[in-house]
């Protein structure tokens, strides 16, 4: 009998840990507003192959490059995006609504969602898409990230014009990555 006793007051020990503390068992957020006050910042290697129209005509890439991007999910949930150092079109963030569409130029559009537990950026190439996903834990301050190219169901290609330069891209490829996350925005004083 004491046996028993001892086994539901464990039970019952840990029902009450796992409602005072959702973060102990969560690994990641599964709304918007638990995100919302965030910054993260994800760098990562990647392997592209395809073929590089540009002035000098056609030429094959087979390259690694590295890649990050750092986003603050604002308390209003705008999504500001502010560019690598390194990109030398660094105009400032770019600020996008939740499910709201957004012009990259050249051509394509993007967006931020939150499906699934998974803050989304789709890129909208010429042919294709490209599809971030982040996976934030809140409470623990940690994230995961994906990255994913969906050719055009039509042509099978992916074209993307992102630098003024049409890449057909055949592969993309992670490597590796990195992601962290800090409360507050870390990246400016425009918050909102």
Not at 34 to 54: C, F, N, R, Y
Not at 64 to 79: M, P
Not at 90 to 118: C, E, K, R, Y
Request: hydrophobic share 40%.
């Amino acid at each position: 009998m004491l046996a028993v006793h001892s086994r539901c007051f464990a039970a019952v020990r840990l029902i009450a840990i796992l409602v005072l503390f959702p973060g102990f068992t969560r690994v990641r957020a599964e709304t918007l507003d638990e995100i919302k006050g965030l910054s993260v910042t994800i760098s990562w290697a990647q392997h592209v192959v395809g073929t590089v129209h540009d002035v000098s005509g056609l030429r094959h890439l087979d390259t690694n490059n590295n890649r990050s991007i750092s986003i603050y999910i604002s308390t209003k949930g705008n999504v500001f995006e502010y560019p690598a150092e390194s990109n030398k079109w660094n105009f400032g963030p770019t600020v996008t609504s939740i499910n709201q569409a957004g012009s990259l130029g050249n051509d394509q559009m993007m967006a931020w969602t939150m499906t699934a537990g998974h803050l989304n950026k789709v890129i909208k190439a010429i042919r294709g898409f490209v599809e971030y996903r982040i996976a934030i834990d809140p409470y623990k301050l940690s994230c995961t990230f994906d990255l994913k190219m969906y050719p055009d169901p039509q042509t099978g290609t992916m074209i993307s014009n992102s630098v003024g330069t049409q890449l057909d891209a055949v592969t993309l490829q992670m490597i590796g990555c990195s992601c962290t996350v800090k409360k507050g925005n870390v990246f400016a004083s425009t918050t909102e």
